[in-house]
């Protein structure tokens, strides 16, 4: 399928520009403590 590719091409480039805004962010890679 076409479009099973688009969508995890699009989820792909979403987590990239949040890791990317994070690292740039200087935010610590910590799941646990943005869920507290």
Do not use: F
Request: charged residues 30%; aromatic residues 8%; glycine residues 2%.
């Amino acid at each position: 399928r076409r479009g099973m590719a688009k969508a995890v091409v699009a989820v792909a480039r979403r987590l990239a520009v949040i890791l990317h805004r994070m690292w740039m962010d200087n935010t610590p890679y910590r799941w646990e403590a943005k869920a507290a």
